[in-house]
């Protein structure tokens, strides 16, 4: 074929125009392209979400930012609060009514297995938009997956840390304790020489001393099921069960009340001088133990890796606070866009370092957890969490957990409050839990 | 109209706030007890299970009859407590006088307080490192220094009671207030002139013309103290173990912590109906046959 002159000239001015258009839209996109994967030309501008969330000082930072979400999308969203001791109990009844209101609900992770029929899948939502779980920790991963489907992203999350008394190990010579008993034998000397000890609790109040005992009993090789049967009256989970009783009543180097506090007075008693050390929620270090109303400074509290029981490596439990789309939701579409952009990064690492603000130090993203001026902010808290993160585990995904970590809570609670022998307590626990999971 | 008629009318509006707020849904969880519901598989309850939720209950369950045991236990310390409390503060305040009148305006504040405010402070008060009471009883008895109040199965039902009583003493002195009140003057007049001291004349002419009364407040009481929740849920969550564990509370439990809406039903049910007969049997007592209309 031959070419003439013309028609290579008329093709390469084709070509060029072409191309010229081709670019022009790919930069006029560019222009127009949103944040954090949010969809431009406002398609669902108007539209008013409403959002459950537990009394937070994370969820405040959300809706005191709202408006750059509503700006960006023409979406609005209202929060609604509830405290998080009423949180379960709101969303059952949503639940139970078939609710299409609120469009988004967040929630702890080991509600999800009995909640997840009231939820919406997104992996597909999060596939369209190149959104991974690989920005999070893999206990946080696996806080909102269950039978291979995610069903939130998390917005709120614990690591379990010890706090101590930094001032008061150095003015005694004494080491930060990596093991039960190098703690059991630190504390005991803070005890005898400035009468404060652990500010350990085991009230069944809120299950939390079903966490501490599994700390022991991870770290002790012990596990709480096998192949659908309850174990956790195994003979590693009855040594673990018996230590966290003996620290009371044995070795009494705990704080006084022990046994009808929970995670909250433990906290609030080491915030009022009271207790030297204290084991749970990263929270608790920015409003109970340097809160506002409580004695202690930065300079006097350090923070550490839980200890191990036995070797050197302690396996911590961690959990979280995943929001997902309601399933009976209208405008599913444009809650996702919300979760998009809830979830992002900058939103979280805004939050952790405004500090003039509100003291938020809960971060959940790798990148966050590792960066110089969330940790500068922090007294490098995010760093020290990272690393009982890598290693966490979360709670077992059953729908019956909820009431079984309960009847856990009451036996560890009957054997340190009532003298029921530890063997005897976790057996009876363990025939009930077992009839709790058949029965599903 | 008649008034044949017209009586059932204006009785309406009151039947059927009763029907819907009251007898449907103690109609509606009176059916679901024989159902199968578990929220985690299904939003509404499945199958029809007969008698297993109850059956489950008593031959299966020893949190339930840990639970029905504490009940009564509570029930009997807390009904019995407050009545005997009220009536002391009655007998010290049925009298004329500006200064009675104030005191017995005043002793409406405990019982007009919200319950989960006083169990939320209550909790605070027996903190054994800032607890004011904690403070206070260990001043005043050394020995109880280092007791963790709600620490132990007894101390914890014993703070269980007692903040109970304190809700409901003061409300039902003033019930007794009235019924002291009421009595006649003249034959509490007569037992002086026939030489009677204060003691054998509260025996034997107060206490048994209060007598009406005191049951009424006892019945009262011992309907509320089977209903019990708020303490418990605040103060000791049902422990130490399950040792202040109540029926209300563990139905709670079965209903929002395992999910199991059908065997919650099945437990609130036993307690309505425990509660039937209990009414049914102190109002036997109080009003003996041919009586009742009087």
Redesign the interface.
């Known amino acids: 074929m031959r070419t003439t002159r013309r028609t290579l000239i008329g093709t390469l001015l084709t070509g060029a125009v072409a191309a010229g258009l081709v670019c022009g839209a790919t930069l006029a996109n560019a222009a127009d392209a949103l944040p954090y994967g949010l969809k431009s030309g406002k398609p669902y501008a108007g539209t008013k979400l409403t959002y459950l969330a537990p009394v937070a000082g994370q969820y405040e930072g959300h809706e005191a930012r709202v408006k750059e979400f509503t700006d960006l999308t023409g979406i609005e969203v209202e929060f609604e609060f509830i405290p998080f001791r009423n949180l379960?109990?709101k969303i059952?009844a949503i639940?139970?009514g078939?609710d299409a209101d609120p469009d988004l609900i967040n929630y702890k992770d080991d509600w999800g297995?009995?909640?997840k029929?009231?939820f919406v899948p997104i992996d597909e939502m999060m596939g369209a938009d190149e959104i991974t779980l690989d920005r999070y920790y893999p206990a946080h991963q696996l806080g909102v997956t269950y039978d291979g489907m995610i069903y939130g992203l998390p917005l709120r999350g614990h690591a379990q840390l010890m706090f101590y008394r930094k001032d008061l190990l150095e003015k005694h010579g004494l080491p930060v304790p990596k093991t039960w008993d190098e703690l059991a034998e630190v504390a005991k000397v803070i005890k005898d020489k400035e009468g404060i000890g652990i500010g350990m609790y085991?009230?069944?109040?809120?299950a939390q001393n079903v966490a501490v005992w599994m700390n022991i009993l991870w770290s002790n090789g012990g596990e709480l099921f096998q192949d659908g049967k309850v174990i956790f009256n195994s003979p590693e989970a009855v040594e673990a069960l018996k230590y966290y009783v003996a620290l009371e009543n044995d070795l009494k180097v705990n704080?006084?009340?022990?046994?009808?506090f929970?995670q909250y007075?433990g906290s609030l008693?080491m915030g009022?001088g009271?207790s030297a050390f204290f084991m749970g929620w990263w929270w608790h270090y920015g409003s109970r133990i340097l809160g506002k109303n409580t004695t202690l400074t930065p300079e006097q509290v350090g923070f550490a890796p839980l200890p191990a029981f036995k070797g050197d490596k302690s396996t911590t439990f961690a959990m979280s606070m995943p929001t997902a789309i309601n399933v009976n939701s209208s405008k599913q579409e444009a809650a996702w866009e919300f979760l998009k952009w809830v979830s992002n990064p900058d939103l979280e690492k805004l939050n952790v370092t405004e500090k003039e603000k509100r003291n938020v130090i809960v971060a959940l993203h790798k990148k966050n957890m590792m960066d110089e001026e969330v940790n500068a902010a922090n007294q490098g808290l995010q760093m020290a969490a990272a690393g009982s993160l890598e290693s966490s585990r979360i709670f077992p995904q059953l729908?019956?957990w909820?009431?079984v970590m309960?009847?856990l809570?009451?036996?560890i609670?009957?054997a340190?409050?009532?003298g029921?022998d530890p063997k005897e307590a976790l057996d009876?626990a363990a025939e009930?839990a077992q009839?709790?999971v058949d029965?599903? | 109209m008649r008034d044949r008629h017209l009586k059932y009318l204006l009785m309406m509006p009151a039947l059927l706030l009763v029907t819907a707020t009251v007898i449907y849904p103690l109609g509606y969880a009176g059916i679901i007890s024989f159902m199968d519901w578990r929220l985690s598989r299904s939003r509404v309850p499945t199958d029809f299970v007969f008698l297993d939720n109850f059956w489950r209950a008593f031959a299966d369950d020893p949190s339930f009859l840990n639970s029905l045991g504490v009940t009564i236990t509570f029930v009997a310390g807390s009904a019995g407590g407050a009545v005997v409390f009220g009536l002391l503060i009655a007998l010290l305040l049925a009298r004329r006088g500006r200064g009675y009148s104030i005191a017995r305006t005043v002793l409406v504040l405990p019982f007009a307080m919200s319950p989960a405010l006083q169990g939320t402070s209550f909790r605070f008060f027996l903190n054994p490192e800032f607890g004011i009471f904690d403070a206070v009883l260990d001043t005043l008895f050394p020995f109880l220094a280092h007791v963790d109040w709600l620490g132990s199965a007894g101390w914890a039902m014993t703070w269980l009671i007692l903040t109970d009583m304190w809700h409901w003493g003061p409300f039902l002195s003033l019930m007794l207030i009235g019924g002291l009140l009421s009595i006649p003057s003249d034959t509490l007049e007569a037992a002086r002139v026939d030489g009677a001291s204060a003691w054998t004349s509260f025996w034997t002419v107060v206490l048994p013309q209060l007598m009406p009364v005191l049951a009424i407040a006892f019945v009262l009481k011992t309907i509320f103290s089977f209903k019990m929740f708020d303490y418990v849920y605040l103060l000791t969550g049902g422990g130490p173990g399950e040792s202040t564990s109540t029926m209300t509370y563990y139905a709670f439990r079965m209903g929002f912590s395992a999910y199991d809406m059908g065997y919650a039903s099945a437990i609130a049910f036993v307690l309505a109906l425990l509660l039937v007969g209990v009414s049914a049997v102190y109002f036997r007592l109080l009003f003996p046959k041919g009586e009742a209309g009087r």
Do not use: I, M, T
């Not at chain 1, 085991?202 to 809120?206: C, G, I, L, R, T």
């Not at chain 1, 704080?255 to 009808?260: M, P």
């Open positions: 379960l109990e059952l639940k139970v078939g297995p009995g909640l029929d009231l085991y009230s069944p109040k809120a704080s006084e009340g022990a046994k009808s929970e007075d008693s009022a009271q729908a019956v909820p009431e309960q009847v809570a009451n036996a609670s009957d340190v409050s009532n029921a009876a009930q009839k709790l029965r599903g």
